[in-house]
């Protein structure tokens, strides 16, 4: 008997993706790259705020999740890492809303740690994943086929029910996002614009890929793919031309959302306003890009 219910208890665990680094595909992800290990930030939950309007942040620590509400469904923007949905659904919960009413499923970049749980809330609300035609093929084969991390899944492949192009608007209710290129950090990486009109003044808001580049990636001397260093000169030139007032990102650590936001001041929607910490961020990426061009300039000119 006591066999039977340790076994039962055993098999109601595995049926559960575990946040913290149990699940079956932070597992594969340890067997594969032994030096890796899931940063604390990346499985913590953090609780609920409201950026600007119908703009939410519902996801960790450091992963950032986003809800744009409407009256008829909403926009989720990102999973955490590997087990994430149980957090992600009880912030919207918080929030006065349900998981379930989710009818669009976004992704910024096909990278394990923004992607993992997409397929799991696909499949629990009917929301269509919309992707980029560069990051679609990624998000359906787990990131297998990533140039960067790829030739092992990393991540529940999701099926892409709709290629989203540069420029497209997304429009759910009243609730209207604009897609941005910004390729790069992975080759479909994509950004989204909105206005949200709050106590009569507008704000444009931009939940901005950041154009980082990952220890290992190679932009000129075997290149991690075909284009990259134009893509990421691309995305910094690109972004810098956008009018921003709000701007949030995939992890909080690249928009300082600790310096900006303290849960006991209430909402305000002047808080993330930062044009030029936005400009700010993205030169500082651009300076680190040039001294990784100069440095594989100097090794190709070695060999
Ligand atoms: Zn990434």
Known sequence: MKRLMLNTL????????????????TKKLQAALPDFQMPD???TNHSP??????????????????????EEGHVLLNTGAEGSMQHISANINSLGYDIKDVKILLSMQSHFDHTADLAIIRELTGAKMYATKKDAPILEDGGF???HFGGIETFRPVTVDKII??????????TKLTVHYHPGHTEGSSSYSMEVKENG?????????????NPGKQM??????????????????????MDVDIWVAAHKSQYGFY?????????????????????????????????????????????
């Open 145 to 147: 086929s990533d140039p």
């Open 10 to 25: 055993v098999i109601i665990l595995l049926s559960f993706p575990v946040y913290g680094g149990t699940g079956e595909y």
């Open 201 to 213: 003044k507008l704000y444009k808001v931009l939940i901005a890929n950041m154009g980082t580049i």
């Open 259 to 303: 310096e900006k936001y303290q849960a006991e001041q209430g909402y305000s929607p002047e808080t993330f306003v930062d044009p030029d910490g936005y400009i700010d961020a993205i030169e500082e990426l651009e300076i680190k890009y040039i001294k990784q061009l100069n440095a594989e300039l100097k090794q190709k000119n070695d060999i």
């Open 49 to 70: 705020f409201r950026i600007v309007g119908n703009l939410y942040g519902v996801g960790g620590q450091d992963l950032s999740v986003y809800l744009i509400t409407s």
């Open 220 to 241: 000129i001397v075997d290149p991690t793919y075909p284009g990259v260093s134009q893509d990421f000169a691309y995305t910094y030139k690109n972004q810098k031309m």
């Open 41 to 43: 930030a990346w499985v």
């Open 165 to 174: 192009g540069n420029g497209e608007l997304i429009e759910l209710g009243n």
